[in-house]
């Protein structure tokens, strides 16, 4: 199911165009019957619009739920999420170092923007550059290194004022009035759909190609929601971890003194001793979550 749900995924975007010409092809083949102001006046006609409608709501929760649902349980996010929890648990311990090292990583960046564009131009100096040339010298945009959420879960749920809860209770009958509304809802649709009906057999035809057309709709909905939902979880959010282990790993390097920073050298010299006491060694253990991990993007 796996294998064939990442050919889906590969091809979804054939599949949603030839969806779409075969939901088009049905429509060519019914013909509008009556006037436009007598279609809008038949009750009928916005029965069918909210009924669509009420559908394809329904089908945007259920593909991003069960999207979801299964990214979370698939092997790439569940070595992801051990990964991350790993890399919380070290900086959580050392957030202010770390973001020290951020900020110097940042000034690293830009020095070396501007140095390879130095160079770039001719292996000139500052003073050396032409006007143009310093304006877009002074312009120059380094790679900025943003730890924003850094130590966050991979998936939580928060609440309207920012707040992430730990209640892992459940309240009797919670939830259960909203439910009884947007079923009583649902009932008040199908009653309107089927009040004073009478089957007539030459209708069938008609509904068949109605329904064509309102299936492929769905589908196309279903795809377009699932499709990148689940695999938000089984690539995109992988990468980035691996990224940020990435990050971490070339921090304890630094705080052990086994790299420098541009602008940091002689900061760096004075103070080497302390760096030596106050080495760390948090290395976190993942060459075997991260090799997997690297391994199953590139399949």
Known sequence: MAKFMDKVYKNYVWIVIALSLLGYFAYRVLSFD???QSTLQDPHTWIQIIFVIWLNVNMVSGAYDSGT?????SEEFELADDLNNKLITNVNNEMKDFRDYVRKLNDHELVTVREDYLFK?????KEELTEEELAEYENLKPIR????GFNLPLYYEVT???HIDYQASIKKNEGKLKKQIRKGLTGVLYGAMTVNMMFALENVGDAFISLII???GLMITFLMTYIPQVFKFKYEIPKKVILKNTLYNSYVDFKNG??????????DADKSDSKKDDAIDNDIDDSVSVSKLQLKQET
């Not at 086994?258 to 900061?267: S, T």
Request: proline share 0%.
């Open 34 to 36: 009556g006037t436009l």
């Open 258 to 267: 086994k790299h420098k920073l541009k602008r940091m050298v002689d900061e």
């Open 121 to 125: 131009v001719g292996d000139k100096t």
């Open 145 to 148: 290194h943003n730890i924003y």
């Open 160 to 162: 309207k004022n920012g």
């Open 214 to 216: 309102i299936s492929v």
């Open 69 to 73: 649902s299964n990214g979370l349980n």
